[in-house]
Protein backbone atom coordinates (compact mmCIF):
# COMPACT_ATOMS: atom_id res chain seq x y z
CA UNK A 1 0.00 0.00 0.00
CA UNK A 2 2.71 2.25 1.35
CA UNK A 3 4.89 1.49 -2.07
CA UNK A 4 1.51 2.12 -4.02
CA UNK A 5 0.81 5.69 -2.64
CA UNK A 6 4.67 6.32 -3.12
CA UNK A 7 4.59 5.50 -7.00
CA UNK A 8 1.25 7.14 -7.20
CA UNK A 9 2.61 10.33 -5.66
CA UNK A 10 5.95 10.10 -8.19
CA UNK A 11 3.41 9.50 -10.59
CA UNK A 12 1.46 12.78 -9.87
CA UNK A 13 4.60 14.51 -9.74
CA UNK A 14 6.13 13.78 -13.54
CA UNK A 15 2.71 14.41 -14.86
CA UNK A 16 2.78 17.67 -12.98
CA UNK A 17 6.35 18.33 -14.26
CA UNK A 18 5.51 17.51 -17.48
CA UNK A 19 2.53 20.15 -17.32
CA UNK A 20 4.34 22.88 -16.32
CA UNK A 21 7.03 22.39 -18.75
CA UNK A 22 4.76 21.59 -21.46
CA UNK A 23 3.40 25.40 -20.71
CA UNK A 24 6.50 27.05 -20.30
CA UNK A 25 7.64 25.87 -23.61
CA UNK A 26 4.24 26.74 -25.20
CA UNK A 27 4.79 30.25 -23.73
CA UNK A 28 8.23 30.33 -25.34
CA UNK A 29 6.34 29.39 -28.83
CA UNK A 30 3.61 32.20 -28.21
CA UNK A 31 6.31 35.13 -27.40
CA UNK A 32 8.71 33.85 -30.49
CA UNK A 33 5.64 33.97 -32.81
CA UNK A 34 4.56 37.74 -31.65
CA UNK A 35 8.09 39.01 -31.76
CA UNK A 36 8.69 37.55 -35.51
CA UNK A 37 5.70 39.46 -36.65
CA UNK A 38 7.13 42.91 -34.94
CA UNK A 39 10.42 41.93 -36.08
CA UNK A 40 10.55 43.27 -40.21
CA UNK A 41 8.97 46.82 -38.67
CA UNK A 42 11.35 47.01 -36.05
CA UNK A 43 13.82 47.25 -38.42
CA UNK A 44 12.31 49.23 -40.90
CA UNK A 45 12.03 51.62 -38.07
CA UNK A 46 15.90 51.13 -36.50
CA UNK A 47 16.94 51.38 -40.87
CA UNK A 48 14.58 54.25 -41.44
CA UNK A 49 14.22 56.37 -38.53
CA UNK A 50 10.40 56.71 -38.75
CA UNK A 51 7.59 54.99 -37.68
CA UNK A 52 6.08 51.48 -38.53
CA UNK A 53 2.41 51.54 -39.45
CA UNK A 54 0.70 50.72 -36.05
CA UNK A 55 -0.80 47.52 -36.57
CA UNK A 56 -3.42 47.79 -33.85
CA UNK A 57 -4.67 50.88 -34.96
CA UNK A 58 -5.57 49.23 -38.27
CA UNK A 59 -7.20 46.51 -36.59
CA UNK A 60 -9.87 48.38 -35.47
CA UNK A 61 -10.57 50.44 -38.67
CA UNK A 62 -12.86 48.24 -41.32
CA UNK A 63 -12.88 50.04 -44.53
CA UNK A 64 -10.58 48.33 -46.95
CA UNK A 65 -7.25 50.83 -47.34
CA UNK A 66 -5.84 50.88 -50.77
CA UNK A 67 -3.29 53.06 -52.46
CA UNK A 68 -3.11 54.83 -55.98
CA UNK A 69 0.22 54.53 -57.23
CA UNK A 70 0.92 57.67 -60.08
CA UNK A 71 3.89 58.03 -61.79
CA UNK A 72 4.33 61.80 -63.74
CA UNK A 73 6.76 62.64 -66.76
CA UNK A 74 7.38 59.36 -68.24
CA UNK A 75 7.95 57.67 -70.38
CA UNK A 76 11.55 57.60 -69.82
CA UNK A 77 14.75 55.13 -69.86
CA UNK A 78 13.66 54.01 -66.51
CA UNK A 79 9.67 53.05 -66.90
CA UNK A 80 10.78 49.74 -67.93
CA UNK A 81 12.80 49.21 -64.46
CA UNK A 82 9.82 50.86 -62.68
CA UNK A 83 7.16 48.54 -65.06
CA UNK A 84 9.66 45.34 -63.40
CA UNK A 85 9.64 46.56 -59.57
CA UNK A 86 5.61 47.11 -60.19
CA UNK A 87 5.62 43.69 -61.57
CA UNK A 88 7.95 41.68 -58.78
CA UNK A 89 5.68 43.45 -56.06
CA UNK A 90 2.18 42.32 -57.83
CA UNK A 91 1.12 46.27 -57.70
CA UNK A 92 -1.01 48.32 -60.36
CA UNK A 93 -0.33 52.02 -61.11
CA UNK A 94 -1.38 55.03 -63.18
CA UNK A 95 1.72 56.58 -65.63
CA UNK A 96 0.17 60.05 -66.33
CA UNK A 97 2.41 60.67 -70.34
CA UNK A 98 4.15 63.39 -71.75
CA UNK A 99 3.42 63.12 -75.32
CA UNK A 100 6.35 63.97 -77.07
CA UNK A 101 8.45 61.25 -75.11
CA UNK A 102 6.24 58.83 -76.47
CA UNK A 103 8.23 57.90 -79.32
CA UNK A 104 11.44 55.24 -80.61
CA UNK A 105 11.75 51.98 -77.94
CA UNK A 106 9.17 53.79 -74.76
CA UNK A 107 6.17 53.42 -77.12
CA UNK A 108 6.29 49.61 -76.68
CA UNK A 109 7.28 50.27 -73.13
CA UNK A 110 4.24 52.06 -72.78
CA UNK A 111 2.30 49.41 -74.12
CA UNK A 112 4.06 47.18 -72.05
CA UNK A 113 2.41 49.09 -68.91
CA UNK A 114 -0.87 48.69 -70.12
CA UNK A 115 -0.58 45.09 -70.64
CA UNK A 116 0.81 44.75 -67.60
CA UNK A 117 -2.31 46.07 -65.86
CA UNK A 118 -1.31 49.55 -65.48
CA UNK A 119 -3.66 52.42 -66.34
CA UNK A 120 -2.31 55.08 -68.69
CA UNK A 121 -2.96 58.89 -68.17
CA UNK A 122 -2.53 62.56 -69.80
CA UNK A 123 0.25 64.51 -68.85
CA UNK A 124 0.96 67.20 -70.93
CA UNK A 125 2.54 67.20 -74.64
CA UNK A 126 5.37 69.20 -74.06
CA UNK A 127 5.89 70.12 -69.95
CA UNK A 128 6.43 73.81 -70.86
CA UNK A 129 4.24 75.99 -68.60
CA UNK A 130 4.16 78.82 -71.34
CA UNK A 131 3.02 76.89 -74.09
CA UNK A 132 0.81 74.91 -71.64
CA UNK A 133 -1.02 77.55 -70.40
CA UNK A 134 -1.22 80.36 -72.65
CA UNK A 135 -4.27 79.98 -73.12
CA UNK A 136 -7.60 77.61 -72.39
CA UNK A 137 -7.67 77.19 -75.88
CA UNK A 138 -3.49 76.19 -75.85
CA UNK A 139 -4.04 73.75 -72.90
CA UNK A 140 -7.08 72.03 -74.73
CA UNK A 141 -5.01 71.34 -77.28
CA UNK A 142 -1.96 70.28 -75.10
CA UNK A 143 -4.23 67.67 -73.33
CA UNK A 144 -5.82 66.61 -76.94
CA UNK A 145 -2.46 66.51 -78.82
CA UNK A 146 -0.99 64.25 -75.99
CA UNK A 147 -4.14 62.08 -75.82
CA UNK A 148 -4.43 61.31 -79.11
CA UNK A 149 -0.57 60.81 -79.73
CA UNK A 150 -0.88 58.28 -76.88
CA UNK A 151 -4.19 56.44 -79.08
CA UNK A 152 -1.73 56.73 -81.99
CA UNK A 153 1.28 55.22 -81.12
CA UNK A 154 0.17 53.01 -78.80
CA UNK A 155 -3.67 52.24 -79.44
CA UNK A 156 -4.81 53.05 -75.64
CA UNK A 157 -7.72 55.27 -74.58
CA UNK A 158 -7.02 57.05 -72.06
CA UNK A 159 -9.60 59.06 -69.64
CA UNK A 160 -7.76 60.74 -67.15
CA UNK A 161 -5.77 63.64 -67.28
CA UNK A 162 -3.62 65.68 -64.38
CA UNK A 163 -2.48 69.54 -64.71
CA UNK A 164 1.33 69.82 -64.79
CA UNK A 165 2.00 71.50 -61.43
CA UNK A 166 -1.37 70.39 -60.24
CA UNK A 167 -4.45 71.39 -60.54
CA UNK A 168 -4.31 74.39 -58.46
CA UNK A 169 -1.27 76.47 -59.79
CA UNK A 170 -1.22 79.59 -60.81
CA UNK A 171 -0.86 79.49 -64.51
CA UNK A 172 -4.20 78.10 -65.20
CA UNK A 173 -6.54 80.18 -62.51
CA UNK A 174 -7.74 81.98 -64.75
CA UNK A 175 -9.06 79.58 -66.89
CA UNK A 176 -9.17 76.19 -65.28
CA UNK A 177 -13.06 75.88 -64.56
CA UNK A 178 -13.64 75.91 -68.52
CA UNK A 179 -10.60 73.36 -69.66
CA UNK A 180 -12.26 71.31 -66.69
CA UNK A 181 -15.61 71.77 -68.13
CA UNK A 182 -14.62 71.21 -71.87
CA UNK A 183 -12.77 67.72 -70.85
CA UNK A 184 -16.14 66.67 -69.19
CA UNK A 185 -17.37 66.79 -72.47
CA UNK A 186 -14.93 64.89 -74.43
CA UNK A 187 -15.29 61.76 -71.15
CA UNK A 188 -11.88 63.62 -69.51
CA UNK A 189 -11.08 63.43 -65.80
CA UNK A 190 -8.76 65.42 -64.08
CA UNK A 191 -6.79 63.48 -60.84
CA UNK A 192 -4.61 65.56 -58.48
CA UNK A 193 -3.08 63.89 -55.64
CA UNK A 194 -3.01 63.95 -51.36
CA UNK A 195 0.68 62.46 -50.66
CA UNK A 196 3.70 63.63 -52.36
CA UNK A 197 7.10 62.29 -52.53
CA UNK A 198 8.35 65.41 -53.21
CA UNK A 199 10.24 63.80 -56.26
CA UNK A 200 10.08 66.47 -59.18
CA UNK A 201 12.54 69.19 -57.80
CA UNK A 202 16.38 68.49 -57.72
CA UNK A 203 17.52 65.10 -56.97
CA UNK A 204 15.95 64.31 -53.33
CA UNK A 205 17.46 60.63 -51.93
CA UNK A 206 15.10 57.86 -52.15
CA UNK A 207 15.30 57.92 -47.72
CA UNK A 208 13.94 61.74 -48.51
CA UNK A 209 11.05 60.50 -50.51
CA UNK A 210 9.91 57.73 -48.54
CA UNK A 211 9.23 60.30 -45.35
CA UNK A 212 7.71 62.82 -47.67
CA UNK A 213 5.54 59.66 -48.66
CA UNK A 214 5.41 58.59 -44.74
CA UNK A 215 4.53 62.03 -43.74
CA UNK A 216 1.25 61.38 -45.26
CA UNK A 217 -0.61 58.42 -45.90
CA UNK A 218 -1.54 56.97 -43.12
CA UNK A 219 -4.34 60.43 -42.73
CA UNK A 220 -5.82 58.61 -46.10
CA UNK A 221 -7.44 55.58 -46.46
CA UNK A 222 -7.50 55.67 -50.33
CA UNK A 223 -4.04 58.07 -50.64
CA UNK A 224 -3.21 59.31 -54.16
CA UNK A 225 0.42 59.55 -54.25
CA UNK A 226 2.47 61.41 -56.60
CA UNK A 227 5.92 60.48 -57.60
CA UNK A 228 7.98 60.92 -61.16
CA UNK A 229 9.17 58.65 -63.77
CA UNK A 230 11.73 60.76 -64.69
CA UNK A 231 14.90 60.07 -66.80
CA UNK A 232 16.88 62.65 -64.55
CA UNK A 233 17.21 61.21 -61.01
CA UNK A 234 16.81 57.53 -59.85
CA UNK A 235 16.21 58.06 -56.35
CA UNK A 236 12.27 57.33 -57.11
CA UNK A 237 12.93 54.27 -58.20
CA UNK A 238 15.66 52.94 -55.33
CA UNK A 239 12.54 54.49 -53.10
CA UNK A 240 9.86 51.91 -54.49
CA UNK A 241 10.79 48.53 -53.69
CA UNK A 242 10.99 50.07 -49.86
CA UNK A 243 7.90 52.21 -50.11
CA UNK A 244 5.82 49.08 -51.96
CA UNK A 245 6.88 47.28 -48.70
CA UNK A 246 5.77 49.57 -45.73
CA UNK A 247 2.62 50.78 -47.82
CA UNK A 248 1.56 46.88 -47.73
CA UNK A 249 2.66 46.58 -44.41
CA UNK A 250 0.40 48.98 -43.16
CA UNK A 251 -2.47 47.23 -44.69
CA UNK A 252 -3.00 48.79 -48.05
CA UNK A 253 -3.64 47.12 -51.49
CA UNK A 254 -3.31 48.76 -54.74
CA UNK A 255 -5.37 49.70 -57.77
CA UNK A 256 -5.47 51.70 -60.36
CA UNK A 257 -6.83 55.34 -60.23
CA UNK A 258 -10.31 54.75 -62.48
CA UNK A 259 -10.85 52.00 -59.85
CA UNK A 260 -11.30 54.86 -57.11
CA UNK A 261 -14.62 55.46 -56.04
CA UNK A 262 -14.02 58.98 -55.58
CA UNK A 263 -12.07 61.61 -57.76
CA UNK A 264 -8.98 63.32 -56.08
CA UNK A 265 -9.36 66.99 -56.60
CA UNK A 266 -7.43 69.77 -54.93
CA UNK A 267 -9.76 70.99 -51.48
CA UNK A 268 -12.25 68.29 -52.30
CA UNK A 269 -11.10 65.07 -50.38
ZN1 LIG B 1 4.89 66.87 -64.53
Same mark, same amino acid.
Given at each position: ?????? *?????????????????????????????????????????????????????????????????????????????????????????????????????????????????????????????????????????????????????????????????? *????????????????????????????????????????????????????? *????????????????????????????????????????????????
Amino acid at each position: MGIHMK *NGKKKAFIRNGIGILCLFLLCLIVQGMLWTGRDTADVWNQEQGGNAPDQEKEEGETEKKVAYLTFDDGPSCLTSEYLAVLKEEKVPATFFLIGEQIEGELIAVVKQAKEDGHEIGVHTYCHDAGVIYESEESYIEDILKTKERIKEQCQIETSLFRFPWGSK *NSYVEGFKDGVIEEMKKRGMEYVDWNVSGEDSVGCPSAESILANVRKDYKKYN *NPVILLHDSASCRATLQALPWLLRELKQAGYSFATLSERKETCHFGEY
